[in-house]
């Protein structure tokens, strides 16, 4: 990792995962972080499906290993079939939630607005808001790439961000799930160019934890993991299986 900025490797485990798998996945990942005699010198999530948060919170509680939810909604409570707040994420053991996952701004029309009111209620409820950004295809072949992500980051991160309770996680839209990944030469223009936008907005811009996100997996996480300005990662499909993640968590430990 590039710097002494404390990195967080992340796995999104998205609509996976049944009870039982993923106790046994979760209990794995954590008894290969407590077989290393060292404390991990980086932070550990996992982000389940929400029904699993409250079993595997508990059984991760005191392990130096986190979970956290991949959405929730912008209010405490009230009529919204379906949907979870913060505050009841956090009740069940979370300590993260990811916001503004481009499945979220696709499948569920998530605007900015939408994502910044959710990562405003996360800090409200006293959770650590992952704000996800990151271009299309048709964005990163028109050059619009830059413009698309400060956009992003100016317009989602909320109010009262500080390098403690917010994480920004670059995730090119067309890398997610698809086996490719930008040159590392792209991503260390896109985290160097998030770093400076953040600058305009914080205080302690240069503490934020950036995470490059989209198909990471165990052979091309230490080449992104070096990169300046990268001081993590966000996990999809090599966060499912214990065996698969250990070697991307390495690159921080
Ligand atoms: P991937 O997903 O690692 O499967 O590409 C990353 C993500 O969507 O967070």
Redesign the pocket.
């Known amino acids: 990792m590039s710097t002494n900025i404390r990195p967080l490797i ?1 796995g ?1 485990w ?1 609509m996976n995962g049944f009870a039982s798998e993923s106790a046994t996945e979760l209990k794995e990942l954590i008894s290969r972080v407590i077989e290393r005699e060292d404390t991990p010198n980086c932070d550990i999530l996992i982000c389940p499906p929400a029904l699993l948060v409250r079993e595997l919170a508990s059984l991760a509680e005191g392990t130096g290993v986190s979970i956290g939810g991949q959405d929730c909604h912008a209010n405490e409570k009230g009529a919204h079939t379906g949907d979870l707040s913060a505050e009841m994420l956090k009740s069940a053991g979370a300590t993260y939630v ?1 916001v503004g ?3 979220r701004r696709t499948d569920h029309y998530e605007s900015n607005d939408i994502v910044k009111a959710k990562a405003e209620a996360a800090l409200r409820a006293g959770l650590i808001a992952v704000v ?1 950004v990151g271009e299309t295809l048709d964005e990163r072949e028109s050059g619009a790439t830059l413009s698309v992500i400060t956009d992003q980051v100016k317009n989602s991160l909320p109010q009262g961000a500080t390098a403690a309770n917010t994480v920004v ?1 670059y ?1 090119p839209v067309w ?5 490719k990944t930008p040159t590392p030469e792209d991503v260390a223009e896109v985290h160097a160019h998030i770093r400076k936008d953040l600058q305009t907005l914080l205080s302690d811009a240069d503490g934020v934890r950036l995470l490059y ?5 165990g052979s091309n996480a230490q080449e992104l993991m070096s990169l300046d300005h990268v001081n993590g ?7 499912l299986k214990a065996a698969d993640f250990w070697p991307i968590v390495e690159t921080g430990l």
Not at 213 to 217: E, I, P, R
Not at 233 to 239: E, F, I, K, P, Q
Request: proline share 0%.
């Open positions: 992340a999104n998205k990811l996952h481009s499945e996800c996680a995730e890398a997610i799930g698809t086996g996100g989209g198909s990471v997996k990662g966000l996990v999809g499909g090599a966060s």
